[in-house]
């Protein structure tokens, strides 16, 4: 051990005057296994004092044999045998009074390979060796355990598992490298318990109640759930595993410490998916819409399943139906809420719970996306000393925990849907009538419609909202419903002004309030608006073919077809040829030869003019 530390010391020393070092090979590794050495010396050390219990008490030898009667000649010489001459062996009897008195002072020097493993475990995260470091760190939980410091053991290891349980975990599930995970959970679980924390003890018991995840607890989960049970009803565990052994002693000072814990009330809670608990949780909503109408019964569908291989017991079961955008905000009320009182889980059986959740109209005014936002266990009264939850969020439920995620195949997808959008109730009204309509630019259309109401009861108001779906592109402009002389009217019959408008829908909302209850319905009415002729230009030469561009010093014909979209008469068209320069007009540069009248008559006939112009 010290050859190993002290070449770790030289390597340190070479590393800082220039030798490059790397993650396989650098100072830690050689403080890892000094530590190593002193490890094995504890453990020699700590089986040679238990077999004393064994054997009969025998004293410290008197003339103590360890103290010389004279100074030592050389470096290493026996204090019991300065006065023996040539370097031979005392009498038996003074041989077996230093033996009895090295056993008795021969104790493990934990302090000394805590100082190793802190300085290699500095030397793995200087160098980027993470795995080691964690290892390193749980070297050094045994060792302040080993030292009845059970807090600083505890500390180090949920330092570990910060990183452990929430990173390392998926990946050695992945890998299938569950021995580390399991090592961690049993140590934290003692150390738990001689610290009476009730959070910890019962975070790493429900781990390890989870056989899939570690089939080696498989014959300590009787004796688990008994500990559990026992918090739960506030009373002190029993030892945190059967095979540690501890003293009476030892128990009536955990006894003690575990009375003062439970002196003042202790609550905890723990997220299930996070730490990989024995119980697994899904919810969906049982419909195959992903929109559905308020004024009907929408059924929500929990299912648990408990991994331990024995019975478990809540005391409540409560379900919590959200608001997605309340959720999101600071205030987090749900709609809805339901309870269960005393739910028990078989072993690997799955346990279904159904809730109807009634969609009344008043309280979904707008459309509003609901989801499942909480769902917990809880363990213990509320009234009672103890009392926690485990609890699962929106995201594990949906997504669910499989047992071996890696395993999972899509075939196992849950039934249902984790969320649904909830529309308000639609107005019993239905529109007749002329329920498309046809406008060119710059023309009245009319559209004749009539509303019916469909309920039995008399409604108390009733609200028609027109406005116009409009675009990006589209021409911002004045919806207006006029009469033939230009003016607002009542009736039954509307006159819809297209001429600054460019869109192709115009949904009305009809709104019906009966009780103090507003129900709408939204109706969607095409109007087709279009321009009353259309005009296509092309540039032509003297042979009657298309160019682009004609060229300077030549003669071309400018050609347009012009197409009416409606029955109107065009008599008169005008020419004027300008330039344009980065789109912008500069003048007329040309002028026509000659001025024509052209005459179109009915809907989709075409005419051609044609002028000629000289460059």
């Excluded at 909302?509 to 939204?522: A, D, F, H, M, P």
Aim: proline residues 5%; aromatic residues 8%; contains cysteine.
């Amino acid at each position: 051990m010290f050859q190993c530390s002290m070449f770790a010391d030289l390597f340190e020393r070479a590393v800082t005057n220039g030798l490059a070092a790397m993650s396989t090979q650098h100072p830690g590794i050689h403080l890892h296994a000094a530590a190593d050495y002193y490890r094995t010396a504890n453990e020699l050390i700590e089986t040679m004092r238990a077999s004393f219990i064994s054997r009969s008490p025998v004293s410290y030898p008197n003339p103590d044999p360890l103290l010389p009667l004279s100074p030592l000649i050389f470096y290493g010489q026996r204090p019991w045998r300065v006065s023996v001459e040539g370097g031979e062996l005392a009498d038996p009897g003074i041989e077996s009074n230093a033996r009895i008195a090295l056993e008795q002072r021969c104790m493990p020097n934990h302090a000394q390979c805590l100082s190793l493993l802190s300085s290699a475990m500095s030397q793995y995260k200087k160098y980027k060796c993470v795995r080691m470091q964690r290892h390193a760190m749980l070297l050094m939980a045994d060792e302040y355990a080993a030292l009845n410091h059970h807090s600083k053991a505890l500390q180090a290891r949920n330092g570990l598992q910060l990183q452990f349980i929430s990173h390392v975990l998926w990946e050695c599930r992945v890998e299938n490298f569950t021995l580390p995970i399991a090592l961690l959970v049993s140590r934290s679980l003692v150390s738990a318990f001689f610290l009476a924390d009730v959070k910890e003890f019962m975070s790493a018991s429900v781990q390890m109640l989870n056989v899939n995840a570690f089939p080696n607890f498989t014959s300590l989960a009787p004796h688990l759930a008994a500990n559990v049970d026992r918090l739960r009803q506030g009373l002190t565990p029993l030892s945190p595993l059967p095979t540690v052994e501890l003293s009476e002693a030892q128990m009536e000072s955990c006894r003690q410490q575990w009375a003062r814990a439970f002196e003042e009330r202790v609550f905890f809670s723990l997220n299930a998916p996070r730490i990989d608990a024995f119980v697994r949780a899904r919810a969906s909503f049982l419909t195959t819409e992903l929109s559905i109408s308020c004024g009907s019964t929408l059924i929500l569908k929990v299912s648990l399943c408990s991994c331990s291989p024995v019975r478990i017991g809540f005391e409540r079961l409560r379900v919590s139906v959200s608001d997605a955008a309340a959720v999101r905000s600071a205030e987090r009320s749900p709609l809805f809420e339901f309870l269960t009182e005393n739910v028990e889980l078989e072993p690997n059986v799955e346990a279904n719970f159904f809730y109807g959740i009634p969609l009344n109209v008043a309280d979904f005014p707008e459309t509003k996306l609901i989801m499942v936002s909480g769902l917990n266990v809880e363990m213990g009264s509320i009234h009672s000393c103890v009392y926690g939850t485990l609890d699962w969020e929106f995201t594990s439920l949906a997504i669910g925990v499989p047992e071996c995620s890696y395993k999972s195949s899509m075939l196992n997808s849950s039934i249902g849907l984790p969320s649904i959008k909830v529309c308000p109730s639609e107005a019993k009204v239905r529109l007749e009538g002329d329920l498309k309509g046809e406008a060119l630019l710059g023309q009245i259309g009319n559209l004749s419609l009539r509303l019916l109401y469909d309920d039995n009861e008399l409604p108390d108001s009733i609200r028609v909202n027109w406005h116009a779906e409009m675009t990006e592109e589209s021409v911002k402009g004045a919806l207006l419903f006029l009469n033939s002389q230009n003016k607002l009217d009542d009736s039954d019959e509307r006159i819809f002004d297209m001429a600054a408008m460019d869109m192709t829908r115009t949904p009305p909302e009809v709104l019906v309030t009966v009780k103090g209850t507003s129900t709408r319905k939204r109706f969607l009415i095409p109007v087709h608006s279009r321009p009353p002729f259309s005009i296509q230009t092309s540039l032509l030469t003297l042979n009657n073919e298309l160019i682009e561009s004609p060229f300077m010093e030549t003669n071309f014909f400018a050609r347009s077809d012009i197409k009416a979209m409606a029955a109107l008469i065009i008599d008169d068209i005008q020419w004027k040829a300008a330039v344009k320069h980065n789109g912008a007009a500069s003048g007329q540069l040309f002028e026509v030869v000659s001025e024509s009248h052209v005459f179109v008559v009915g809907q989709s006939q075409t005419s051609d003019t044609t002028k000629k112009i000289d460059f």
